[in-house]
């Protein structure tokens, strides 16, 4: 955005048909964190994203300031008990935010080691400063401007501005590289908001225009060998633009995903919504600039946004957002977080989310839709609730509300009941589908019924394998 003011984990790889999957965050014993995915590539992502539309969002939230780049991640853990499925980051323009820009890159390899997916934007100053403030003094971000004889030397192969240009990118490269040395598929989401004035790079359509300056940053980087970086376009949702916006996009070679800035309402109109859509030529489409968590009902009526991501401090605005109206967007059926993402490398398959039903046609069921740990996972009435909705993953987990379903205490024993905990990796949260049963190969034992009782509220637990109905169970 126009930072409105400067307050402006991960994925698994699909391996093997016979595991359940989901992804892991943390249980009711401590144990290892699991290996951070590795194959996925830049395609992968994008398939991903493509395979998600008019199904699931991904949560996101924006983060800064590059000295703290994981404060607004951990904020939306302490309002919902998750962490979003995307983090952002920003490249900066300040003397801090250059020097800090490893400490932003840790973080990003953080959140994909997590099960989130990182993603990075760039308020870059003019070529003509090292460093610059976002408003105010000689060259800032906000409300700097190039006559047009400056703009056509920047976008001029080989003048001393284009050079300047790319010597300004070249900053990028060993972090970018960094992310692919270690398997890391980034968004980049340059020159944003391209089609608004308010940054020195945007408010310029037609051929030689902001899109030019897209195209040379994309043709850049990818000539530096940097395969792993997913290109991210990006306009604002200027009242009146809708019918322009075509006139900012560089081409379909330059772009992975479409995506929006809303701003100037909560949610995007429909005319924007179908603009998006059209311009996009099939590609995926999101939201990559937020105030507002977008609501359940906004995400019903425009079902092919692929995520969203809260600006930095605007998810604690009182006049954006409250702590209830986040849950209810976490804790959406569509709405996918940390350690819910899992995607598929080759041809793989995405992972399988609805719900599970069981012996009288009840639902598996998370206990008054709660996110604290031990809390009972049971048989109740199917509602279509987010405490309903389980992801089938890859890595033998079963998920609902960001958490994952655990025999209590690694216990073993007959009788033994299930709960919801932060997914660890550990034995005891291993499903395996076999013969329209639910077995946790750790105890050898099967989730069960006691006794078929389907009364709502019955408690889950794990017991020997037998024929009853109570231990048959139908999967997403």
């Known amino acids: 955005m126009s930072l409105r003011s400067r307050t402006r ?4 790889v699909v391996a093997t048909a016979l595991a359940l999957g989901a992804t892991a965050t943390t249980g009711a014993t401590a144990s290892a964190v699991p290996p951070a995915p590795t194959g996925v590539t830049r395609a992968d992502v994008v398939n991903y994203f493509t395979s998600i539309t008019g199904r699931n969002w991904l949560s996101g939230q924006q983060d800064g300031p590059n000295s703290n780049p994981s404060q607004w991640y951990r904020k939306v853990h302490d309002i919902t008990g998750l962490y979003p499925g995307v983090w952002g980051g920003d490249f900066g323009f300040s ?3 250059i020097d800090n820009r490893q400490t932003v890159i840790n973080q990003a390899k953080a959140a994909w080691a997590a099960g989130t997916i990182p993603a990075m934007t760039w308020h870059a100053c003019v070529t003509f400063v090292a460093t610059c403030q976002f408003e105010g003094g000689s060259w800032p971000v906000k409300g700097s401007w190039l006559d047009d004889s400056q703009w056509n030397e920047l976008v001029t192969d080989g003048t001393a501005l284009n ?7 070249a900053q990028t490269v060993p972090y970018f590289q960094q992310l692919e040395d270690a398997g890391i598929p980034v968004l980049f989401r340059p020159q944003h908001e391209m089609n608004e004035g308010w940054a020195w790079w945007g408010g310029r359509p037609g051929a030689n225009g902001s899109r030019k300056l897209f195209q040379i940053t994309h043709d850049y980087l990818t000539g530096r060998g940097l395969d792993n970086i997913v290109w991210v376009w990006n306009v604002k949702d200027v009242a009146g633009g809708a019918s322009r916006a075509a006139d900012y996009y560089p081409g379909d070679q330059y772009v992975d995903l479409v995506t929006l800035d809303a701003w100037v309402q909560y949610f995007p109109s429909t005319e924007w919504y179908n603009a998006i859509q059209a311009i996009a030529h099939g590609k995926p489409i999101a939201l990559a600039e937020v105030g507002r968590a977008p609501t359940p009902a906004s995400m019903a009526a425009q079902p092919k946004w692929t995520y969203f991501s809260v600006w930095i401090d605007w998810l604690t605005k009182p006049e954006y ?5 986040v ?11 940390q350690g819910e993402i899992s995607i598929p490398t080759g041809n793989g398959t995405p992972p399988r989310t609805g719900r599970i039903t069981g012996v009288g046609g009840k639902c598996v069921d998370v ?4 996110t604290a740990n031990g809390t009972a996972v049971q048989l109740y009435d199917c509602n279509g609730t987010a ?21 209590t205490g690694q216990g073993t024993a007959n009788g033994t009941l299930v709960q919801l905990w932060d997914c660890n990796g550990s ?7 076999q013969n329209g049963q639910l077995r946790n190969p750790q105890s050898g034992r099967y989730l069960d019924a006691p006794g078929g009782n389907t009364a709502n509220g019955t408690r889950l637990q794990i017991w020997d394998a037998n024929t009853n109905a109570w231990q048959k169970w139908t999967l997403p």
């Open 321 to 325: 957002n409250t702590n209830d109206g």
């Open 387 to 407: 405490a309903q909705t389980w992801t089938v993953g890859t890595d033998g987990t079963l998920r609902a509300l960001g958490k994952c379903l655990d025999v």
């Open 327 to 337: 849950k209810a967007t976490y804790y959406d059926g569509r709405v996918l977080n």
């Open 163 to 169: 050079n300047a240009w790319k010597t300004r990118l």
């Open 9 to 12: 984990s991960l994925v698994t």
């Open 427 to 433: 034995g005891a949260q291993q499903w395996q589908f």
């Open 367 to 370: 206990a008054g839709s709660a």
């Open 95 to 97: 003397q801090s935010d």
